[in-house]
């Protein structure tokens, strides 16, 4: 098929959006989110201007897909920590790192997830459930650490924010370069060490 002289690639019905995704990806990470554009895209990817806005009403429908993408992303890497045997201490450090090395990992797209393009008030159900089974991981954890008298026994979903906030605020810290001002800088043992602090507060005395 030629459109306009450029060669468009068939895609298959159900491939076009996540060949979009992808390449917004790398888009995301060479360029950042405000020069992502639908146009560009289905340049790159080898349709025609409107095809993109068959999966996508607009940019920030895009935007929303890839966070998406991102906390599904993230929701894996973090909840492989629950089948780790021993302590709930031991899996929600383990948690907390696999959820500081993904955002060290994909800066751009973390930055996206918590970053002011997205608002929260945007309704968009798939984002909002990614989200929250992203964010469940830390409580079932947290759960599971009261179940067994691990933990305090406070409310999980408060536990969780904290424990959350002080994870993102680790990996936002490390991310902005924040810690190279700080003597020492932080380097592996160190975010152990500094997981062990949040998990000290958690843990019945």
Not at 3 to 29: E, S, T
Not at 120 to 133: H, K, M, Q, R, V
Request: net charge negative; glycine share 8%; with cysteine.
């Amino acid at each position: 098929q030629n459109i306009m002289g450029v060669q468009v690639q068939p895609y298959h019905h159900g491939n076009l959006k996540q060949a979009l995704l992808d390449k917004a990806l790398d888009h995301l990470r060479l360029h950042g989110p405000d020069k992502i554009s639908l146009r560009a895209l289905a340049r790159d990817v080898g349709v025609s201007q409107t095809a993109p806005y068959r999966h996508f009403e607009d940019k920030t429908a895009l935007l929303a897909a890839l966070a998406t993408e991102g906390f599904r992303r993230l929701y894996n890497v973090s909840h492989s920590a629950m089948g780790v045997e021993g302590s709930a201490a031991d899996a929600l450090q383990m948690s907390g790192k696999a959820y500081i090395h993904f955002a060290l990992d994909n800066p751009e797209l973390y930055r996206l997830m918590f970053g002011p393009m997205l608002s929260p008030d945007d309704d968009f159900a798939e984002l909002e459930e990614a989200g929250g089974n992203a964010f469940n991981v830390i409580v079932s954890l947290v759960q599971r650490g009261i179940e067994t008298g691990e933990f305090v026994d406070k409310d999980p979903l408060l536990v969780a924010n904290s424990t959350w906030a002080m994870v993102h605020g680790i990996s936002s810290l490390m991310l902005d370069r924040r810690f190279d001002c700080v003597e020492g800088g932080i380097s592996e043992s160190v975010l152990d060490e500094s997981l062990n602090l949040i998990l000290l507060g958690l843990q019945v005395r």
